[in-house]
């Protein structure tokens, strides 16, 4: 029976997204490694349905300030990406880039934001390009924005998007850890509900 609703979805189908979301950010902290120079892992990701609240909640402080790079998804799969980093993450990526200087994200640089940019272009690029291998679909990407706001006002993005097909959202978030050290960061992927329905059936399931 297709998916009418994130929430309809069962145990295998979350299984299915999440090892697209498993070889997606495994391919996006390659990259990140890559163009660093430096040992970049990702956890396991988690897959979640879940209320725009508790979605926030679970992300973390909605008033924190972070960083978010969105990118709108077309062609066989329509959907979202979203690269939010928080401070922590961001100091990370400008050290390793410009040394020992860090910015404050609310006041951060031309250049800053400029880096920070390209590195979530090439990541959620990354992403992206795995999962149209893996599920053998057409991708094309929006050219990359980034944001700096709260934390409950980047989310609101996916909400307002996705609303008018449910009041929940999914969310397949992946942690970082570089060098070793855990830094705050997601890479969200958030494909609407007919999207959802074709990699279902693109991954064998009818």
Known sequence: MAIQKYEDMNSIEL????????????????????????KVCMEIPQV???????AVHRMGNPEEVVAAILVEMSHDIHGIMLFILRAD?????????????TEKL?????????ALLEIGNIMVSSYVNALAQLANVDIQLSVPQMAVNMLGGILSLPMAAFGVESDKIMIIEGKFAMDGKEVSGDILLLPDVT????????????
């Open 15 to 38: 299984d299915i997204m999440k090892e697209i979301g498993s070889i997606g950010s495994g391919n996006a902290a390659t990259a990140l490694s890559s163009m660093l120079s430096t």
């Open 48 to 54: 979640s349905i879940l209320g725009f609240n508790e």
């Open 89 to 101: 993450f961001a100091d990370e990526i400008l050290k390793q880039m410009f040394g020992n200087e």
């Open 106 to 114: 609310h006041q951060i640089s031309q250049m800053g934001e400029s």
């Open 195 to 206: 999207s959802l329905n074709v990699l279902m059936k693109k991954m064998g399931m009818e």
